[in-house]
């Protein structure tokens, strides 16, 4: 899968930034991700929620060792994401599929991850399997000023009961000084399948939208990054029709909202794989002001797919499909059964 490329020659520097060929300009980046961690539950039966269906859960031996290599597996992935360009990791990252604070504080503080002394957003949320969603951030490049968590209220279209399901994450801060705010999504899943769930992730768009707009009647100017495992492709209509996202950055309006991976998808990419179908579920979007031209704050450089070789199975059922960490009852030693996704963002500098 090859990322989104803009029309010019990129060097690397050692300071961090990029320097455009035909421009001569010199660039500060940074790393804006997102990543669906796959079930990062402890090994601890919480009676208050139903964690004993979760795979770590299931094993019937070993399941400390499991968890701490589960830990570090993914700690190797956000240790290596925009390591290329940046020679860091991500400034900040949405996760999703997290059980509690304890399991991020273990991930955050894995000798990988040490370092970059990432400082944490959570909040727990009524989800019935027990997960949740959560922001990390070095804390040297990123500042929280607000945080709110947003109740996501749906319905049984049968039953008429309460659905419970994961809250919207809002973080607005700092990115340095460069007032910017996430929000992070883990909308409904299809179970029961996409049309008959389909009205619960028009629902969480319609939250998630509600949300962008109160950002913007502060600020119609500002810089918001929407990112999630929305379990909807960049085509569907919770993110075409209720979102309005589109994918030509040049026809974007003030109050627009952006999304690079709806290019990547009718390129046939995707980020998670279902009987030998690639969905593109995981993505960031973006509203106008982070696609101006007036580089003197961060701007969006170029979006991307985080899909390593290593990252890949290589072998039986899921061959050629993100290596899942848990598979026909046991731990496969991989990673996640989604690719993350990542924006670079970029600051003009004098040198």
């Not at 010019?8 to 991700?33: D, E, N, P």
């Not at 959570?122 to 040297?140: C, E, F, M, N, T």
């Not at 919770?238 to 030509?248: P, R, T, Y």
């Given at each position: 899968?090859?990322?989104?490329?803009?029309?010019?020659?990129?060097?690397?520097?050692?300071i961090?930034?990029?320097?455009?060929?035909?421009?001569?300009k010199?660039?500060?980046?940074?790393t804006?991700?997102?990543?669906?961690?796959?079930?990062?539950?402890?090994?601890?039966?919480?009676?208050?929620?139903?964690?004993?269906?979760?795979?770590?859960?299931e094993?019937?031996?070993?399941?400390?060792?499991?968890?701490?290599?589960?830990?570090?597996?993914?700690?190797k992935?956000?240790a290596?994401?925009?390591m290329?360009?940046?020679?860091?990791?991500?400034?900040?990252?949405?996760?999703?599929?997290?059980?509690?604070?304890?399991?991020?504080?273990?991930l955050?503080?894995?000798?990988?991850?040490?370092?970059?002394?990432?400082?944490?957003v959570?909040?727990?949320?009524?989800d019935?399997?027990?997960?949740?969603v959560?922001?990390?951030?070095?804390?040297?490049?990123?500042?929280?000023?607000?945080?709110?968590?947003?109740?996501?209220?749906?319905?049984?279209?049968?039953?008429?009961k309460?659905?419970?399901?994961?809250?919207?994450l809002?973080?607005?801060?700092?990115l340095?000084?460069?007032?910017?705010?996430v929000?992070?999504?883990?909308?409904?899943s299809?179970?029961?399948?996409?049309a008959?769930?389909r009205?619960?992730r028009e629902?969480?768009?319609k939250?998630?939208?509600h949300?962008?707009?109160?950002?913007?009647v502060?600020?119609?100017?500002?810089?918001?990054f929407?990112m999630g495992?929305?379990?909807?492709?960049?085509t569907?209509?919770?993110?075409?029709?209720?979102?309005?996202?589109?994918n030509d950055?040049d026809?974007?309006?003030?109050k627009?909202?952006?999304n690079?991976?709806?290019t990547?998808?009718?390129?046939?990419?995707?980020t998670?794989?279902?009987?030998d179908?690639w969905?593109l579920?995981d993505q960031?979007?973006m509203?106008k002001?982070?696609?101006d031209?007036?580089?003197?704050?961060?701007?969006?450089?170029k979006?991307?797919?985080?899909?390593?070789?290593?990252?890949?199975?290589?072998k039986?059922?899921y061959?050629?499909?993100?290596?899942?960490?848990?598979?026909?009852?046991?731990?496969?030693?991989?990673y996640?059964?989604?690719?993350?996704?990542?924006?670079?963002v970029?600051?003009?500098?004098?040198?």
């Amino acid at each position: 899968m090859n990322n989104f490329k803009r029309g010019f020659t990129i060097f690397l520097l050692s300071i961090c930034t990029i320097t455009f060929a035909q421009s001569k300009k010199t660039f500060k980046v940074h790393t804006i991700a997102f990543y669906n961690l796959e079930n990062l539950f402890d090994t601890i039966n919480d009676p208050n929620k139903f964690d004993e269906s979760s795979p770590i859960m299931e094993l019937k031996t070993n399941r400390s060792e499991v968890y701490k290599k589960k830990v570090q597996n993914m700690a190797k992935v956000i240790a290596d994401i925009g390591m290329e360009v940046t020679h860091n990791s991500p400034a900040i990252i949405g996760i999703s599929e997290v059980e509690n604070r304890e399991v991020i504080e273990d991930l955050v503080n894995d000798s990988l991850l040490r370092d970059k002394d990432y400082g944490i957003v959570h909040y727990h949320s009524p989800d019935a399997r027990g997960i949740d969603v959560a922001l990390l951030y070095q804390k040297k490049l990123f500042t929280p000023t607000a945080s709110t968590s947003n109740e996501l209220k749906i319905y049984d279209d049968q039953s008429g009961k309460r659905v419970y399901t994961r809250d919207q994450l809002v973080v607005s801060g700092l990115l340095e000084d460069d007032p910017i705010s996430v929000i992070v999504n883990h909308w409904p899943s299809r179970s029961g399948g996409e049309a008959r769930s389909r009205p619960k992730r028009e629902a969480a768009a319609k939250l998630t939208k509600h949300l962008v707009d109160s950002l913007q009647v502060i600020n119609p100017y500002a810089k918001v990054f929407i990112m999630g495992d929305l379990n909807d492709d960049p085509t569907n209509t919770s993110i075409k029709k209720i979102l309005k996202a589109e994918n030509d950055r040049d026809k974007i309006k003030l109050k627009g909202i952006y999304n690079p991976y709806e290019t990547f998808f009718k390129d046939g990419l995707g980020t998670t794989a279902y009987r030998d179908a690639w969905s593109l579920f995981d993505q960031i979007m973006m509203t106008k002001p982070l696609l101006d031209k007036d580089y003197s704050s961060f701007r969006l450089y170029k979006a991307g797919i985080y899909n390593k070789n290593y990252l890949i199975g290589n072998k039986g059922q899921y061959k050629g499909y993100p290596l899942r960490s848990f598979a026909n009852g046991g731990f496969t030693d991989g990673y996640s059964d989604h690719f993350p996704v990542y924006v670079y963002v970029i600051k003009e500098v004098d040198l």
